[in-house]
């Protein structure tokens, strides 16, 4: 047998964990802000940082297809990635890289839409493109991070339009809300980019994309919605919306995170105790799950796991690739069992609340994204989605 060419099957060693994502879920959150927003307003799901955690790829077919017209997110590799799969539609790259002659080749060539913060940038890109280039144009109106200040942003947008080879397409901004939020900041921000669209129409100039909406301030105000939104976050779980806009509750994309036993044993140690990696009694049960730090575990769970659809407390933090397990009150966990870690089991349910109260984490989007690449993501289908597994789909 040669080791190398031999063929080894991977599933078969692979570490016993998964993060269960809802495709369903998500289709349904796009139908709801498809509804929410109306049929006129452009749709920009806003699938950074890997679709949240969840997969670009699957999720932007899956948002796409249930009724997003475009694709926005920070790193412009995401976008080279989403065309060498076949994705067709509209790319929004928002700043996150330092403008060269090779930024410009790559948005022209993977047709995606840069946006520019200087007019600096704006001149390379106008100097390199070799035919005209849709472009957006980013305005602060209140985050204080990136583009043009709202009141300067009708000339800079003016200076732009006159450039060889550039048209501004979109011209987008991201409020900044602090919590609990405040309607009198959001509204001076909002009023802020309605004047710079009242002084772009003065001018003249025709900017068809006017974007100003994320998760949180769609659920705030309806005045939020210009002519296109780009929601992110919303597409993944429940938005706990703080507004009185109604939102679907009881469903999240985030399905399940599970591992299993490969080890049980009773514990016998006499000595040492004080020094023991977690408060030993005599006799206790120890259960070890082959998930740990390196995998994303220390932001993931909530002090509990489920076993036989009871609870069991996690010994000692997680070490680099294990967690253990206090499985003392259930004496009948075995190997091979499955660990939940976020999810349902049995009649008891660990939710991804509990899981983001325990952590102090700001958001639920910060779960998945925790989850390391070193779990395999396990897609269920929209047509599945309930009770029902589809097979393990490839990423
Ligand atoms: C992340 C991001 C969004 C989406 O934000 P959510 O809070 O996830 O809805 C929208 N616009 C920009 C510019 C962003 O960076």
Known sequence: M????STCDFALHARPNLFEIDLGAIAQFTRHIREYVGENVTVCAALKCNAYGF???RVARTVLTAGADMLSMVDPMNAIELRRAGETVPILVYPGSVAAPQSVRDAEMFDFIPTLIDLGSARLYSRCATKPLRVAVKVDIGQERLGFPAEEAAAAIGVIAALPNLEVHIVNAHPNVPSPPSLDYLDWQLDRFAALCRQ???RGLN???R????????SLSRKAIFNAVDPGQMFFGPFRAEGDVPWPAGRSAF???TSRLIHVRTLDRKEF???APFPMRPGMRLGVMPIGSADGMTQLHCGEVLVRGRRAKLLGNPSLEHTR???SEIEEAAVGDEVVIIGKQGGDKITTEAVVAHQRHARIADLAMAIRPSIPRNYLEPELSGNQRSSPAAQ
């Open 207 to 209: 900017v068809p994309i």
């Open 273 to 275: 105790l004080a020094q």
């Open 55 to 57: 997969g670009l790829l």
């Open 211 to 218: 974007m100003v909406a994320s998760s949180k301030i769609l």
């Open 2 to 5: 040669d080791p190398v060419s």
């Open 200 to 202: 772009l129409e003065a």
């Open 325 to 327: 397990l206090d499985l």
């Open 255 to 257: 399905a399940k995170l």
